[in-house]
């Protein structure tokens, strides 16, 4: 027999809090009392509005009770303080994490509908049998190395852009050359252009799983490569040259998918009667990859 779902408040502490919290009135009052200065100066109270909290998850109903109030800032921007109540008994070290979590699903769900990034206040109501509070507020000491956190977590992130790396330098790249300099290429319309340095980075690559993934991301990336440059390709890699001729028919036979009757002027990839065009501009109309075989990007070997 399958258990009942509970659908009742899971504490009384919950019902209490809700009930009055879910009341503007009540929550203004809360909001001026509680809030700090410096963030009470930001918001419009008389703008408060009942947000549906739908994103919390099922198991913070055991420890805590959620109001999220979205509320105007004083300057006329979109922002949300969302309040919430610690009732157990043993405290939660990582209480401001969780809290940093469901403001970040507030934040997300705003962006679902807006343009921009809004404000979460989180404020934590705690009313447990150990006092004073015995943990700290600040998300970042909830780390073993907090120092160590605050500099991952305050400073920009570190960007790889490879869109203005030389690719000389990404060369130098060792086992992330070849998928740096193709990730980079994949949508040059002369892919001849960076045939040398390609060459010399799928040289380096042992890994046969590996090999397999680039040529199947060459072929399902870009709408640019030609029987062309598939067919040089193989002249300078002899040791790959099956496998890059099996990948140069598969571009034949989407073309002749595509164009039963014959390829439309401009089509640079060549028929079955005919060889590779000299072209190396786009394929026009180029059919979605997995028409004529599997764009699955794993080891396993489609081309």
Known sequence: MSKKKN?????????AFRSFLANPDVARDFLELHLPAEYRQLCDLSTLKLEPATFVEPDLHQYASDILWSVKTTGGEDGYVYTLIEHQSTENLYMPFRMLRYSVAAMQRHLEQHKTLPLVIPVL???????????????????ENPALAAKIYTKPFPLVDITVV????????????????LMK????????????????????????????????????????????????????????????????????????????????????????????????????GAPERGNAGSTNLSADRTF
């Open 7 to 15: 659908t009742t408040t899971p504490t009384p502490h919950d019902a």
């Open 125 to 143: 109501f705690y009313h447990g049998e150990r006092s004073p509070y015995p943990y700290s507020m600040n998300w970042l000491d909830c780390f």
């Open 166 to 181: 030389d690719d000389n330098e990404i060369m130098n790249h060792r086992r992330m050359a070849a998928l740096t300099l």
């Open 185 to 284: 290429h994949i949508r040059q319309r002369d892919m001849l252009m960076c045939l040398d340095n390609l060459v010399r980075a799928l040289q380096d690559i042992q890994d046969e799983e590996q090999i397999t993934v680039l040529f199947n991301y060459l072929l399902n990336g870009s709408e640019h490569v030609t029987v062309e440059f598939l067919q040089t390709l193989a002249q300078r890699l002899p040791q790959h040259e099956d496998s890059i001729m099996t990948l140069a028919e598969r571009l034949k036979q989407e073309g002749i998918q595509r164009y039963p009757a014959g390829y439309p002027a401009g089509y640079p990839a060549g028929s079955s009667a005919g060889g590779a065009s000299k072209s190396t501009g786009n394929r026009p």
